[in-house]
């Protein structure tokens, strides 16, 4: 049965410097810092409009890749696990990320040396934790998530991650636990239980907002479509300055529904 109590989301407004934020697998292009401003506000909006309340994390100048937020947190139950990402000048980016945490009413954990985690490497659904295994997070930083979540019940099942950024990148899953991706970045299909090819790659980011509700980029419009076919209330933001530095409608926000 789904299940989903008090919806909060914790965001942090995108610096001015975004345009340096990190590229892995995609060529650089040029950010407008503006537009991407605007695009933040209104997935902002969308968060707000589908009844979330959205807490505003400090802003971080200094920091272009603060604005994906999820990255820092893994947030299970009452425990916030605090990442350490493989990509140590992300580091800064935990400043004020625990101070928000503990005012929401979570425990606080913590990641250490040698593991690193990313928290857009963390799928969770049904009491399964799935986590990418690749450039930003180790074998290590999956068995202490395996160690902390596992307490609350939690199964952590790691999974190759060689195509995009982060686990996310390639596959999230829809409400009833149908996991999503766009085939040519998922290093292999056949290891979920249920997995369902979208025809576009930002069509495999999905936010669910609630049983019947999900949040995806405006830039997969045929998979919009299908899952509207699949009785799916689809709501679209336009967040094309984010994707040219591999962010998506994920990692923008920590969803917070418990």
Excluded at 148 to 158: E, F, I, T
Excluded at 201 to 210: I, K, M, N, R, T
């Amino acid at each position: 049965m789904w299940r989903m109590h008090a919806r909060r989301a914790l965001v942090r407004r995108p610096s001015a410097a975004l345009a340096g934020g990190i590229v892995t697998h995609i060529e650089r292009r040029p950010v407008d810092a503006r537009r991407a401003l605007m695009q933040w506000q209104g997935y902002v909006a969308a968060l707000a409009r589908a009844g979330w309340q959205v807490r505003e994390v400090m802003p971080l100048p200094g920091c272009p890749d603060g604005v994906f937020i999820e990255d820092q947190v893994v947030v299970y139950g009452d425990l916030a696990v605090l990442c350490r990402s493989g990509a140590p000048a992300r580091w800064p980016e935990q400043a004020g990320v625990a101070a928000a945490l503990v005012a929401e009413g979570y425990r606080v954990a913590r990641i250490e040396a040698p593991g690193c985690l990313d928290g857009g490497d963390v799928l969770k659904h049904d009491g399964t934790v799935w986590v990418g295994l690749g450039g930003r997070t180790n074998a290590d930083g999956v068995w202490q998530l395996g160690e902390l979540l596992g307490p609350l019940g939690a199964r952590v099942v790691g999974r190759p991650v060689s195509k995009v950024l982060h686990l996310k990148s390639a596959v999230t899953a829809l409400p009833d636990g149908t996991v999503v991706g766009h085939e040519p970045l998922v290093d292999d299909p056949r290891v979920w239980p249920r997995f369902e090819a979208v025809p576009e790659e930002s069509g495999a980011h999905v936010v669910v907002l609630d049983a019947q509700t999900v949040l995806m980029a405006a830039s997969a419009p045929r998979t919009a479509a299908m899952f509207r076919r699949r009785g799916l209330h689809v709501l679209t933001v336009d967040i094309s300055e984010f994707e040219k530095l591999e962010g998506c409608v994920t990692c923008l926000s920590v969803r917070l529904r418990g």
